[in-house]
């Protein structure tokens, strides 16, 4: 049955979190073969090194379920190196479908510690300690793969950084059909924005609301056309989704992250991720008497965050290219 948690109150309204999938039993797989949480297969012939990241928030758990039926089902590279990795596994341990939102991170958020300053420097946590583990492993990958689902409505997509790459990539793989090319929060660096990632090709994939079968379904479908356009798996292992019906995809540049200012920072209506605002200079927020508007027509949301603290993300503006 699925398990409804106590309503988020956003800027707009209440959203009712129901867990609609299960947490995949990670016990036999929490060693790793490289790291504690990392395994990592070679093959004989040569290729690129790509990795798979689940797990990067603790309650994300749709990728975790991916990634657990890929390594139950023995699936191995035919060339180059697969690699798939369970990253915040002490938040992960403490997932509470009743509480769903809790356990995103323990001491701080894991996708916002990913330059050289903050990982070389002197502060302290826990998600601290398990980056800095992981970042020799990261720094010998060529094509990474982060996946991610959303708390707030909006349709799927994939974030490349300012990697041409990354988007180059991504608008091949086509699922999601959307692609946005962005600078990361003022909060810290993502993943995908670490140096050496940062130049190579780096995806993160939001592939839906958080706790649904559906968004499960997209990381499977976005993950095979990756395993399959990188060369690493074969093509037809039973294992990969099928491939998707051809769509068109659409590269989206950012053009405008705001962050909000104040704790009175509110949309003025619900906006889903993924809506277009027809015309420049429409009001979208206020952020406690300061509006925010549409800086130019066809102004793509890009994942707008209906309850948002001071410096955090609020929402971001994009215009669609090519």
Same mark, same amino acid.
């Given at each position: 049955m699925p398990r409804t948690?106590?309503?988020?109150?956003?800027?707009?309204?209440?959203?009712?979190?129901?867990?609609?999938?299960?947490?995949?039993? %990670? #016990?036999?797989? /929490?060693?790793?073969?490289?790291?504690?949480?990392?395994?990592? @297969? =070679?093959?004989e012939a040569p290729g690129p090194h790509v990795a798979v990241v689940a797990l990067m928030h603790g309650n994300e758990i749709?990728?975790?379920?991916?990634?657990?039926?890929? %390594? #139950?089902?023995? /699936?191995?590279?035919?060339?180059?190196?697969?690699?798939?990795? @369970? =990253?915040?596994?002490?938040?992960?341990?403490?997932?509470?479908?009743?509480?769903?939102?809790?356990?995103?991170?323990?001491?701080?958020?894991?996708?916002?510690?990913?330059?050289?300053?903050t990982l070389e420097g002197g502060r302290r946590s826990t998600e601290l300690r398990r980056a800095r583990v992981l970042r020799p492993f990261f720094d010998d990958v060529d094509i990474l793969f982060d996946l991610h689902s959303m708390l707030w409505p909006s349709d799927p997509l994939m974030l490349v950084g300012r990697s041409a790459r990354a988007a180059e990539l991504a608008l091949g793989l086509g699922v999601p059909p959307l692609v946005v090319s962005d600078q990361g929060h003022a909060s810290g660096r993502r993943l995908i924005d670490y140096g050496p990632?940062?130049?190579?090709?780096?995806?993160?994939?939001?592939?839906?609301?958080h706790w649904e079968t559906a968004t499960i379904a997209t990381m499977e479908a976005s993950g095979a056309a990756l395993l399959r356009a990188s060369g690493v798996v074969a093509p037809e292992h039973p294992v990969l989704a099928p491939p998707a019906?051809?769509?068109?995809?659409?590269?989206?540049?950012?053009?405008?992250?705001?962050?909000?200012?104040?704790?009175?920072?509110?949309?003025?209506?619900?906006?889903?991720?993924?809506?277009?605002?027809?015309?420049?200079?429409?009001?979208?927020?206020?952020?406690?008497?300061?509006?925010?508007?549409?800086?130019?027509d066809d102004c793509l949301l890009v994942m707008p965050s209906l309850r948002t603290m001071p410096g955090q993300t609020a929402v971001r503006l994009a215009r669609f290219v090519g």
């Amino acid at each position: 049955m699925p398990r409804t948690s106590p309503p988020v109150q956003g800027g707009s309204g209440l959203l009712r979190l129901e867990v609609q999938i299960a947490a995949p039993d %990670l #016990r036999p797989f /929490l060693g790793g073969n490289a790291l504690p949480g990392v395994w990592s @297969f =070679a093959a004989e012939a040569p290729g690129p090194h790509v990795a798979v990241v689940a797990l990067m928030h603790g309650n994300e758990i749709a990728g975790a379920v991916v990634l657990d039926r890929w %390594l #139950r089902a023995g /699936l191995r590279p035919v060339r180059g190196r697969l690699s798939l990795v @369970f =990253a915040n596994v002490d938040a992960y341990a403490r997932f509470d479908p009743a509480d769903p939102t809790a356990s995103r991170f323990l001491d701080e958020d894991m996708n916002r510690l990913w330059d050289e300053e903050t990982l070389e420097g002197g502060r302290r946590s826990t998600e601290l300690r398990r980056a800095r583990v992981l970042r020799p492993f990261f720094d010998d990958v060529d094509i990474l793969f982060d996946l991610h689902s959303m708390l707030w409505p909006s349709d799927p997509l994939m974030l490349v950084g300012r990697s041409a790459r990354a988007a180059e990539l991504a608008l091949g793989l086509g699922v999601p059909p959307l692609v946005v090319s962005d600078q990361g929060h003022a909060s810290g660096r993502r993943l995908i924005d670490y140096g050496p990632l940062s130049r190579r090709a780096a995806i993160l994939v939001e592939a839906g609301s958080h706790w649904e079968t559906a968004t499960i379904a997209t990381m499977e479908a976005s993950g095979a056309a990756l395993l399959r356009a990188s060369g690493v798996v074969a093509p037809e292992h039973p294992v990969l989704a099928p491939p998707a019906a051809p769509a068109k995809p659409r590269l989206a540049e950012v053009t405008r992250t705001v962050a909000a200012r104040t704790s009175a920072f509110a949309f003025v209506q619900a906006f889903r991720g993924g809506e277009v605002v027809k015309r420049r200079n429409t009001l979208i927020a206020l952020d406690g008497e300061a509006e925010i508007r549409s800086p130019h027509d066809d102004c793509l949301l890009v994942m707008p965050s209906l309850r948002t603290m001071p410096g955090q993300t609020a929402v971001r503006l994009a215009r669609f290219v090519g």
